[in-house]
C-alpha cells in the first residue's frame, strides 16, 4: 500500500485546509492522521475505521474532520480555525485494526504499518 499526500500549505490562524490522501489500493486498515514537529512527540490526530467510525486527539476537537472516500481510495482531512500550534507536517498511515482504531493508535503504529511522505502545514498568527 503507497500513501501520497497533498494539501499542505501556509495559511493565517483561524483560516482552514482540507489535506487529501491517495492510496494505492483499497484494504481494512484503520487509516489516520498524524503530526510531527522537530523537537516534539508525535501527536495522533484523528482516525476512521472501514465504518466510518471516527476518533479525534482533544487537541483538534471541532476544528479537523476526517473522512474517506472508499470509492476514490482516498482519505480527507479538513481543518478549520487552524492556530499556530498546529503547524506541523501531517502525515497520512494506514495500521493495523488490531489495537483499535483511535488517534493515538495512528501516530504508535504508523512505523509498523504504510505512511505517506508527509505535507507541510504552516499557521501564522
Known amino acids: 500500500v503507497q500513501l501520497e499526500e497533498s494539501g499542505g500549505g501556509s495559511v493565517q490562524a483561524g483560516g482552514s485546509l482540507k489535506l487529501s490522501c491517495r492510496k494505492s489500493?483499497?484494504?481494512?486498515?484503520?487509516m489516520g492522521w498524524f503530526r510531527q514537529t522537530p523537537g516534539k512527540e508525535r501527536e495522533g490526530v484523528a482516525a476512521i475505521d472501514t465504518s466510518g467510525i471516527t476518533d479525534y486527539a482533544d487537541s483538534v476537537k471541532g476544528r479537523f474532520t476526517i473522512s474517506r472516500d472508499s470509492t476514490r481510495n482516498t482519505l480527507y482531512l479538513e481543518m478549520t480555525n487552524l492556530r499556530p500550534e498546529d503547524t506541523a507536517i501531517y502525515y497520512c498511515?494506514?495500521?493495523?485494526?488490531?489495537?483499535?482504531?483511535?488517534?493515538?493508535?495512528?501516530?504508535?503504529?504508523?512505523?509498523?504499518?504504510?505512511r505517506g511522505q508527509g505535507t507541510q502545514v504552516t499557521v501564522s498568527s
Open positions: 489500493q483499497s484494504s481494512l486498515h484503520c
Open positions: 498511515a494506514a495500521v493495523s485494526v488490531a489495537y483499535g482504531c483511535r488517534a493515538p493508535e495512528i501516530a504508535r503504529q504508523a512505523d509498523f504499518g504504510y
